[in-house]
């Protein structure tokens, strides 16, 4: 009996561990929707004649700078997000606004800073910028500029002014250049969450689950109006990439905006 119990129990281990694979194995493919759904990502790419065409009025921002390392100034160049404003009725537009912290290193005026759009045709719109007013820190991550030249409305689509402050039980829309290697293609592509959340506000930001990444910075907050359309709802400013974006509310800044609309 003892001689039997030694010659059975290695195959029944055998058996057993063959079980133990097979279950695992069967296993293994229920949990790869579970990882591909927390790594889906929820934004579209610009795309004309399928996206909303207003979301042309979000540009690239080129900013050259300089920053200091060991005492020593190094060349900088931050590339954001910005967008096209109007508080009415007009033919063209010259103010942009965009993120703080994209100027922070700006200090040669020598240097141009730049706003580039894209036509409905394709063709790149590429003017300088100037500032005009900023918050100056993190929590103050707003700035307004005002283009060289004004661009014709009839070629770039404009983004009016909310009212008031966001709803949180309404949906938003962030849309801006991200550098990512997805749907931002390094920042060549205009990518946009097409529906998120508020999940906190404070009273000089709020935070949402809307996705972007760096790139972005600077890039246009939406809500729509009861009719509809398109209001400019604040500035993306900072986030992790993944779950949590934060922006500026435009009511925050939103008087010294418009002392430059008028």
Known sequence: MLCQLGKTLPQTLSIIASLL????????PNA????????????????EGQSPSWLRAVGKLVVPGIRYHNGYPKHHTERCSAS?????PSSSADIIVTAWHCLEYYEDLSQQILFTVET?????????????????????????????RSLPLHLIP???????????????????????????????RLSYDPS??????????SDSDCKAYKGASGGAVIQLSTGGEPMLSGVISQGN????????????F????LSHLY
């Open 21 to 28: 694979l097979s279950v695992i194995l069967a296993a293994a």
């Open 32 to 47: 790869q929707p579970s990882q591909q759904l927390s790594s889906v990502d929820p934004r579209s790419v610009y795309r």
């Open 84 to 88: 096209l404003v109007s508080s009415g």
């Open 120 to 148: 409905a045709a394709g063709e790149r719109i590429e003017t300088p910028a100037t500032q005009l007013a900023k918050g100056g820190d993190i929590e103050a991550d707003w700035a307004v500029l005002r283009l060289q």
């Open 158 to 188: 404009v983004l009016k002014l909310q009212p008031g402050r966001p709803d949180p039980q309404s949906p938003l829309l962030m849309a801006g250049y991200s550098r990512d290697a997805g749907r931002g293609d390094f920042g060549n």
């Open 196 to 205: 998120c959340f508020i999940t906190k506000q404070y009273s000089r930001y």
């Open 241 to 252: 990439g993944d779950d949590l974006s934060r922006f500026i509310p435009l009511a925050v």
């Open 254 to 257: 939103r008087q010294s905006l």
